[in-house]
């Protein structure tokens, strides 16, 4: 059974940064893609970016420059660095296995001074 935890939300800023962390168990993690997706209150999940088995990435257009997901296949975990973030950055965080499509429970950012 695949299971996926998310870690490294909270409080931040605006202009702040915060490093996402997803581990990820159950599945041989370097055989498929990951993502980040956020949901804001009152919105649909969105994608936020992804990351391929080779290491190749894609971003929404809101949040690239800003924002860096990377993979650590040893480690079983893909990372969200989020730099200068905004209000509008505020969303639960969710990681996503693209295999079976497994998420994990989500982790609260909240950008606000």
């Known amino acids: 059974q695949v299971q996926l935890v998310e870690s490294g939300g909270g409080l931040v800023r605006p202009g702040g940064s915060l490093r996402l962390s997803c581990a990820a168990s159950?599945?041989?993690?370097?055989?498929?893609?990951m993502g980040w997706y956020r949901q804001a209150p009152g919105k649909q999940r969105e994608l936020v970016a992804t990351?391929?088995?080779?290491?190749?990435?894609n971003y929404a257009a809101s949040v690239k420059g800003r924002f860096t997901i990377s993979r650590d296949n040893a480690k079983n975990a893909v990372y969200l660095q989020m730099n200068s973030l905004k209000p509008e950055d505020t969303a639960v965080y969710y990681c996503?296995?693209?295999?079976?499509?497994?998420w994990g429970q989500g982790t609260q950012v909240t950008v606000s001074s």
């Open positions: 990351i391929t088995t080779g290491g190749s990435t």
């Open positions: 996503k296995e693209h295999l079976f499509g497994s």
């Open positions: 159950g599945i041989s993690f370097n055989i498929y893609s």
